[in-house]
């Protein structure tokens, strides 16, 4: 999914899976050519639902859905997160399921491969029935209305990509729109860079360990068998690969009189991993659903029969996000604290404000207060947005899960602790520097990618660019690449 999101990996419908496509489809036709009521193929929806619908009028009803459901506001959602919500609505709809023609999910796919990406706003989904809002403003463009990225009507769009508008038949317009595609598609990217975050966490804890003259004890790999949380030996595995071979721990491992480190050093396998563990529980139920069928009613065409459920709801998606939240805003949160103790002269033992000058240059003193402010909003955003259900449709979808606000502040998360994280490997990195000190091959290498973006810091000058340039590099994955070149066990 992040490889068809980010770089643009052709996707297409497997042939065999087109068949049972075709065999659902059949189906549903003929039940919209008799006269049992079926939810949301001769019936109006969610409060609607006991309202029948006239033949000549099936058609009409699921493009008038599209249309009717298009209520988003905001800013548009960008680009890779658009793609990802093509993907896995056309993925779901792929399983055969849900009773439309193979031809609605290969235009799916060509709009994929030809970079046709509507407009989809980013508020109106409280997960009631699915995405309903957002999905709908990406499915008006396939009947040639709505809007593109590229601020193009969806007619103009298809005709210059040269597809074609297609016509819904029965049901198509609500699988199209019935589903968690959208709280996935942003879930999904946005733990893909979490993920990337745990393993940078330790990398820059490293480096802040051996800033700081931190003991290596307390990554004992008997200690840990101790407690076997799969996080937490991931962690400790890594920070004594990272150090191992560092003539200044050493130097400091005879005779040194403190007993242990604080917990911002000391307990970061304890935090780094339960952060990791989450985000392993996140990933299994992001890789159940994006291989799952939400839509409603679903379609077994080999029994002939559709059942109407609630495959829909994104109560394990949100849950799940919510979860991931957390565990990143932790990571932020430790984070924070190693920067303040680099920082602070008292408790550091180097520079006050890692400042060879303090008072004429104040150094790295405001940098802590930017993390700080970035670690508050993270915990702002950490309260959990599936608990706050509201009732819609007259009460009839009286549950919600909320899941795309679990995902949007999920991702906002990320960011904010990408940059916490970039400001701590400035200030490790300058703190090595002012230690003079040689360390293991791993910190090493990451010293050294810092130092690629972000000079050594003798006098006061903005900061704000050098953040900006080693986030990115932790974003574009440069940092953990650089440094698995010469530790390859890292995970």
Known sequence: MVAVARRDVAVGLDRAAERQVQQAAKVVGQMADADEPVYGVNTGFGDLATVRIPHDELRVLQRNLLRSHAVGVGLPLPEDVVRAILL????????????????????????????????????????ASGDLAPLAHAALVLIGEGETLERASGAAALKAAGLKPIELAPKEGVSLINGTQVMTAIGCLALHDAEVLATTADVIGAMSAEALRATDRAWDPDLHATRPHPGQQAVAANLRSLMAGSPNVASHRVGDPRVQDPYSVRCMPQVHGAARDALAYTRRVLEIEINAVTDNPIVFAEDHRVVSGGNFHGEPVAIALDLATIAVAELADISEARIDRMTNGHTSGLPPFLTTAAGTNSGFMVTQYTAAALVTENRMRSFPAAVESLPTSAGMEDHVSMGVHAAHKLAAVVRNTRDVLAIEALCAAQGLDLLDAETGPGVEEARRVVRERSARVDEDRSLAPDIAAMSDAIANELLVSAVRVRISELT
């Open 88 to 127: 896995l609505r056309a993925n779901t709809l792929a399983a055969g399921r849900s009773g439309v023609r193979a031809e609605v999910i290969d235009l799916l796919c060509d709009m994929l491969n030809r970079r046709v990406h509507p407009v989809i706003p980013k508020h109106g989904s409280v997960g």
